[in-house]
């Protein structure tokens, strides 16, 4: 059975790629090809087996891996309706919030800068709200990757795309995200990854 859920946030659909509010979808793709999957829809999932019993809501796409068994979800739902997908994987994999991370844009982090944490509030961001409702508790891990702050009105601003340099800096984020979550998928020690990567992530950058 699957042992932990990483879930990416964003919206869906075309209009909504490469957009700040979708680094959460960016950083999961990195690491499905990464590990050579691919997303698919419930239905199909359901089929193969990947998703055996699941009788949920269906809005989101997956990609399960079985070694070391893992699955990996983008709620289709838009990114303020996020827990009504997450909730119910989480319920059917049988597993505790703790074993589900959440990956998402944050305003509050300087463009680039990324940060774990084993639990917290939402800090805003309207997908964490809906998953910390839906769950009823934030005791649940996170990757926060910066956006950088609005200058402009927030909902604007995340549903914006990143400029030419932005763009770089804000790939080479998304890889490394991916490396730290490839790593706590690995193993589940929330602990011990925010160890090895903050350090690193810190290095020539203020605390």
Not at 165 to 189: C, K, M, P
Request: charged share 20%; net charge negative; aromatic share 8%.
């Amino acid at each position: 059975m699957v042992k932990r859920l990483l879930i990416g946030l964003g919206n869906p659909g075309p209009d909504y790629v490469g957009t700040r509010h979708n680094v959460g979808f960016s950083v999961l793709d990195r690491v499905a090809l990464h590990e050579g999957l691919l997303f698919e829809s419930p239905a199909s999932l359901v089929r193969s087996g990947a998703l055996e019993g699941y009788g949920g809501k269906r809005s989101f796409v997956a990609a399960r891996s079985f070694d070391p068994d893992v699955l990996l979800v983008k709620p289709t739902t838009f990114m303020n309706l996020s827990g009504e997908a997450v909730a119910p994987l989480v319920a059917w994999a049988g597993v505790t919030p703790a074993d589900a991370m959440v990956v998402y844009d944050d305003l509050d982090l300087p463009l680039g800068r990324l940060r774990i944490r084993p639990s917290g509030g939402h800090g805003g961001q309207n997908g964490m709200r809906s998953i910390i409702d839906a769950l009823g508790t934030n005791a649940f891990p996170r990757l926060r990757v910066g956006i950088g702050p609005a200058s402009t009105d927030a909902a604007r601003y995340v549903l914006g795309r990143f400029d030419e340099d932005e763009q770089v800096e804000i790939d080479i984020s998304v890889a490394e995200a991916a490396e730290a979550a490839l790593d706590w998928l690995g193993h589940g020690d929330v602990d011990g990854c925010m160890a090895r990567f903050h350090s690193r992530w810190s290095q020539g950058a203020d605390a």
